[in-house]
């Protein structure tokens, strides 16, 4: 028995590599790979293998498989030579590192003989190791087991949820073929030789049909805060709605609450959550920070968002210092615009987030950063979790008590909020990167909070000044860049001809707080769609095609 474990990158779309047969022996290696490791490496070369475990035998071998969200399907390519290997074949005047960044697989998926998705993987994902050396190349499609995703689960929802896989695979039988070949982008893409293909007979049986009770819609109870509300609305969409999330046309969604002229119309729950739920809403608590730092503003313990890191640190003590870093303002990180070498959606950004969770100090992780260069301060935008820290810090400095306390008597306790649960960086300070937990309704308090103006009750909470600030388009939508304000997105949706836009908090998961600028509408979706290229999209199609809807009159 033979068997092989994964190598995993944590929490990311990219890219791991390895490779088969195909151009192996047409010029010289310019890497030693792993070469042919096993008895059944050797018989498979050029295979596709699909398996229900990471680590596996021969045995395990899958000939059919039944498709559900419960079963995990995984795959081995037991390939020829290594990725470095097949892309010297096809540019042997690049050096290793060049490529390392101009290349990468290609898949293909096919189902019935027909080509339904083709993706170049992102050239700087992977280890280089690994790409210089792997020839098994065992990965996830569907595995909610392993803890976390890799690059190969982001691209196979990428091929079922949103380019043709779910609708190709209606209920019945079919047959999924993956092709892996090896492609280089330099002036033009220059794709290799087929180096793995396998095939795998899929079952669809019938899905689940709701029943009544699921399709029904959920009563609403008096809460502190909330008057319910009494006007119609289009009750038949919701259960449409109901019935959808039952039969997991939308996935992992926990919580929808609906808020209408200021009362609550919707109180919906899904998959084991319930009203007393807190919920992990991660990049939605971003928002959070960007409402203390207005209040601090208004209650004079900053000056303005016009203030400069020079301010609150002597940048000097930091790395990469330079003038350029004394100039960015509480302004450009609260529209992500501060100019550092930081990019969240890119992986090899020295600024990704992802680098910043294993250190022992976040906030010095943000301030060691390079300025990048081709930035110009609250000009270029870039998701930045690491600057989002920053203001944290700097709010945690600023007011009295500390950001948490001020938070609490500031911003909860007006509200009514009183069950709550923050994450804190390493140095115990309240995580305004994301996390902060409360239920949902408590949530559509705090959107009501910003569609009322800043006012609670009568009470001027937040100032309108600021209110207006963040719900500005301080970037507009631009060569797929968001429309951004003071950390909240902004978009607009579509119905019946008729454009409505909403500001909105946004975390990982498809957690979602908006609030309409020309519409009397607050509604919190919450779910735990972590990581899922269907996350976004379907919180949107649920606005577009259900809320929105059921609630314009």
């Known amino acids: 028995m033979i068997n092989f474990k994964i190598v995993g990158f944590l929490g ?22 792993d070469g042919i490791i096993s008895p059944l490496h050797e018989v498979n070369i050029g295979k596709i293998v699909f398996i229900p475990n990471m680590e596996y035998q021969e045995s395990d071998f899958l000939e059919t498989f039944e498709l559900s969200p419960s079963n995990d399907l995984n795959i081995s390519a037991f390939l020829n030579n290594s990725l470095t290997n097949y892309l010297h074949q096809l540019a042997p005047d690049l050096t290793i590192e060049e490529l390392h960044k101009k290349g990468n697989y290609q898949f293909s998926f096919l189902i019935d003989g027909e080509l339904i998705y083709k993706e170049n993987l992102n050239f700087g994902a992977g280890l280089p190791e690994q790409k210089n050396k792997q020839t098994i190349l065992t990965i996830p499609l569907q595995n909610e087991h392993l803890g976390y995703k890799l690059w190969s689960s982001y691209m196979w929802d990428r091929f079922f949820y949103r380019n043709g896989g779910e609708a190709a695979l209606k209920t019945g039988n079919h047959i999924l073929k993956i092709e892996i070949r090896p492609y280089l982008e330099s002036k033009e893409i220059i794709i290799g030789d087929l180096i793995a293909e396998g095939e795998l007979k899929l079952k669809l049986g019938e899905p689940e049909k709701a029943t009544e009770e699921q399709v029904a819609i959920q009563p609403i109870k008096p809460y502190k805060g909330w008057e319910i509300s009494k006007e119609d609305y289009d009750r038949e969409r919701i259960r449409a709605l109901n019935r959808d999330i039952a039969e997991y046309k939308f996935k992992k969604i926990t919580s929808i609450v609906v808020v209408k002229n200021g009362k609550l119309i919707v109180e919906e729950y899904f998959n084991g959550a319930n009203r007393s739920t807190q919920h992990n809403t991660r990049s939605v608590g971003k928002s959070f920070a960007s409402t203390v730092t207005g209040i601090a503003i208004g209650d004079g313990y900053l000056k303005s968002e016009n203030q400069s890191l020079a301010e609150f640190y002597d940048l000097t003590q930091y790395k990469n210092y ?21 990019n969240d959606f890119t992986m090899d950004s020295p600024g990704n987030e992802e680098y910043m969770y294993p250190t022992d100090n976040w906030v010095k992780f943000a301030l060691d950063l390079p300025m990048d260069k081709t930035k110009i301060i609250g000009k270029n935008w870039d998701y930045f979790t690491a600057g989002v820290v920053v203001l944290g810090d700097i709010l945690d400095k600023s007011v009295p008590g500390g950001l948490e306390k001020y938070t609490h008597e500031k911003l909860f306790k007006p509200l009514g909020i009183t069950n709550y649960t923050w994450q804190y960086t390493p140095q115990k300070v309240a995580n305004t990167a994301g996390g902060l937990q409360m239920n949902s309704l408590d949530y559509a308090k705090y959107g009501q909070l910003y569609r009322n103006g800043g006012k609670w009750e009568g009470n001027q909470i937040l100032p309108e000044s600021w209110v207006k600030a963040s719900m500005t388009k301080h970037f507009m939508e631009k060569d797929d860049k968001p429309s951004y304000g003071y950390l909240f997105w902004n978009q607009s949706f579509k119905v019946n001809n008729k454009t409505y836009e909403t500001f909105f908090s946004s975390g990982n998961g498809g957690n979602k707080i908006f609030f309409f600028t020309d519409q009397p509408l607050v509604v919190v979706i919450t779910a735990t769609a972590y990581g899922e290229a269907y996350a976004h999209p379907q919180a949107n199609q649920i606005m577009q095609d259900y809320i929105l809807p059921a609630m314009l009159e």
Request: with cysteine; hydrophobic share 30%.
């Open 322 to 342: 330079s003038a350029k870093k004394d100039s960015v303002t509480l302004k450009s990180l609260l529209t992500m615009s501060s100019g550092f070498d930081a």
């Open 12 to 33: 990311v779309m990219y890219t791991l590599t390895s490779c088969g047969q195909g151009q192996s022996n047409k010029i010289t290696d310019i890497t030693k790979s």
